[in-house]
């Protein structure tokens, strides 16, 4: 699986994004705070096609959320996390690709993480000429990358901190 590749936006995306939260609501219940963010997250931006999913839990239930986060199938990965974002990952049947990959972050409502990814989202839902800037360079890193996580990241990273300056002033 190529995981460097840049793919129109789909209009299914809200719709498996709404079906996992469900699931994912019968494991964490009603207290949890679910969004969808990322690429998936903002009509007419293509990208990986990854469902990104935003939690936010009290500080102090990171660690019980995880739990249950595992029980829902999801794995969790130290290496890709912060103190503060913890990230998960699983693949789950697709109808269109066979398979489809879903990242959660989990954090708290007052981290740097959820504000910066929910105010992420919104800037670019607003803002039309911003979201053709980011999906000019997120084609363009997914050509480049060769597979290579580094390149691929650092070339989205100035339009991307750019981005999020705006949308948190």
């Known amino acids: 699986m190529d995981k460097y590749v840049f793919r129109p936006y789909d209009p299914i995306f809200p719709e498996l994004f709404d079906q996992e939260k469900a699931r994912l609501e019968t494991f964490l219940g009603k207290d949890a705070n679910i969004e969808h963010v990322g690429s998936t997250a903002v009509p007419g931006l293509g990208g990986k096609g990854f469902i ?12 019980d959320t995880s739990s249950k986060l595992a029980k829902a199938g999801y794995e ?5 996390s912060t103190k503060d974002r913890w990230f998960h990952r699983m693949e789950l049947p697709d ?10 972050h989990l954090t708290y409502p007052t981290s740097k993480d959820w504000r910066e990814m929910v105010a992420f989202r919104d800037y670019l839902r607003s803002h039309p000429d911003e ?15 060769n597979e290579e996580r580094e390149v691929y990241i650092k070339t989205k990273e100035p339009v991307i901190l750019d981005i999020i300056k705006k949308a948190t002033e």
């Open 131 to 145: 979201l053709a800037k980011y999906a000019e360079i997120k084609k363009h890193a997914a050509e480049i990358s």
């Open 95 to 104: 109808q269109k690709q066979g398979f489809r990959r879903y990242h959660i």
């Open 52 to 63: 990104d999913i935003a939690i936010a839990v009290d500080q102090n239930k990171l660690a």
């Open 76 to 80: 969790y990965r130290p290496d890709a």
